[in-house]
């Protein structure tokens, strides 16, 4: 049954392998350890950070010698297994065929290793030859949103809002490069010094980018946003103290009376999120077409389409960017348009859209405030080559836009909207803003969670009578309550 999955033709079979030199002495389990010299070397590669936790040598030097097995198993299983045969194969076998293979090589190498050392070399093996390597567990750990990478030595991992080191790490720098390979020629992709960056999407649908040496100066910068398949609604989200149940009932009447909404945001503060949420309170009667560089978005209603953006081939040719799907979405009759995220120059077509009975449209966009977004839209039009007055620009912004979402990622860790602001109009070549509600920090506790509450700003709001209009007749008092 081995057979199946083993190389034919002109391979060696393993036996006929010439048993390789040993590339360390410490790889032969029966020979006394050398503490200080294995304790040296493993101390270069060693990051310096407090936050790693401190391993006694004895833990390192068995960490070495596995790694140093594990590499020379990995070359062997590359060369003794049919890849191809791997595609079709069912897990249990190939993790059979894997720990066949070692079972064999071990004995070839004369190494002894006891069940549990066996057990994480074949687990390792396996994760090396058909998956992502070191990474699989970190992908595997449903706490985990994003898997950040320095150089092979320093993974950093965040789970719930705070980044730790983890202590993952890969053998080296071309160890790294090896995975970051498999990952970008998987999507047809290449990254090398001609072409030192890359964005990718994982199979799990995990949003992929790398940066390699020399730009990035010590080893390989690797950021991966894990696909989250569970997504957050707006209950979760009040549960979690993201916004008050005020801010709810306000969010669905702006969102079903058709609004159009910006979240804006920086990095990881919950932009997406909030937008999925969001679109739990559009009618299942209209017809929504989302547009994304990496479809993360998950609407629930019955008629959505969801179209994807696709960069360049490696010749640097087709091409289809979000302002290609946005363009040719308002040829699609949609009801609403939602952006994941807008970026650059569809940023016009977004407006346009907004201004031109799309009416509900929804997109994200990073920036720091409500005043912040609004520069920013107004850099994006600038940047986009569209020659424009600043005031026509400004018009063009104040009337698409309804209502920013302002989403931030406090330093303790926790997610919070911490302001809901209405675009209002102009004022000469003012665009003018009102907040109805924000996130007041009252202090920090000494453990650095920090302190405060919800609250509207006591201003009513603009578009109080259209939400009566809709039948979303909503209470003076949520304006003005007080959320701890
Ligand atoms: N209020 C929240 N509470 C807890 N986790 C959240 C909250 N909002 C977002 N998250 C999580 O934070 C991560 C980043 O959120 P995401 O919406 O993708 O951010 P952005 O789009 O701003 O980069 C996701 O894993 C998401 O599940
Ligand atoms: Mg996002």
Not at 150 to 157: A, C, D, L, S
Not at 180 to 186: E, F, G, H, L, M
Request: with cysteine; glycine share 6%; proline share 4%.
């Amino acid at each position: 049954m081995f057979a199946r999955y083993k190389k034919t033709g002109s391979t060696t079979p393993v036996k006929a392998h010439a048993v390789p030199p040993l590339p360390d002495k410490t790889l032969v389990a029966d020979e006394a350890p050398r503490p200080s010299a294995a304790a040296r070397m493993v101390k270069t590669v060693q990051p310096k950070v407090s936050a790693r936790v401190e391993m006694s040598d004895k833990e390192r030097l068995r960490r070495r010698k596995l790694d140093q097995v594990k590499s020379e198993l990995h070359k062997r299983l590359l060369e003794n297994l049919n890849l191809a045969a791997l595609e079709t194969a069912s897990e249990a076998d190939l993790r059979a065929e894997i720990s066949s293979i070692t079972a064999e090589a071990l004995g070839e190498l004369n190494v002894v290793l006891n069940t549990e050392e066996r057990a994480t070399l074949n687990q390792d093996l396996y994760f090396e030859v058909m998956g992502l390597g070191p990474l699989e567990p970190l992908l595997k750990d449903d706490s985990v949103n994003d898997i950040l990478i320095n150089g092979p030595h320093r993974i950093f991992v965040e789970r719930a809002g705070k980044l730790t080191l983890s202590d993952v790490t890969f053998r080296d720098e071309k160890h790294l490069m090896r995975i970051i390979d498999k990952i970008v020629s998987a999507v047809g992709r290449r990254v090398d010094e001609s072409t030192p960056y890359v964005d990718a999407r994982l199979s799990d649908g995990s949003r992929f980018n790398a940066m390699v040496p020399p730009i990035a100066v010590d080893g390989s910068l690797v950021s991966i946003r894990k696909f989250k398949k569970e997504k957050l609604n707006v209950s979760d989200l009040v549960r979690y103290g993201a916004f008050s149940e005020e801010m709810a009932m306000y969010l669905e009447a702006a969102v079903a009376t058709r609004l159009n909404v910006i979240v804006s945001g920086g990095t990881g503060s919950g932009k997406t999120t909030t937008l999925n949420a969001l679109s739990s309170f559009i009618d299942n009667s209209e017809r929504i077409l989302t547009i994304e560089d990496t479809a993360e978005l998950q609407l629930q209603q019955e008629h959505v389409g969801r179209m994807e953006s696709r960069p360049p081939n490696v010749e640097g040719k087709g091409a289809v960017t979000q302002r290609d799907c946005l363009r040719n979405a308002l040829r699609m009759r949609p009801d609403r348009i939602i952006v994941g995220e807008t970026r650059g120059e569809e940023v016009i077509d977004m407006l346009q859209a907004m201004n031109t009975g799309h009416d509900g449209s929804m997109t994200t966009i990073h920036a720091n405030s409500a005043r912040d977004a609004v520069s920013r839209l107004e850099n994006m039009i600038a940047m986009s080559g569209i020659e424009m007055p600043l005031k026509a620009m400004r018009a063009q912004i104040g009337s698409a836009v309804n209502l920013i979402v302002q989403a931030n990622r406090l330093q303790d860790g926790s997610r919070r909207m911490t302001s809901i602001t209405e675009v209002t109009g102009m004022e000469g070549e003012v665009i003018t803003l009102q907040e109805v509600f924000r996130f007041e920090r009252t202090g920090i506790e000494p453990d650095g969670t920090i302190l405060g509450h919800f609250t509207g700003t006591g201003l009513r709001s603009h578009y109080a009578d259209r939400f009566k209009r809709w039948g979303y007749d909503l209470p003076a008092s949520i304006y003005n309550e007080v959320r701890e």
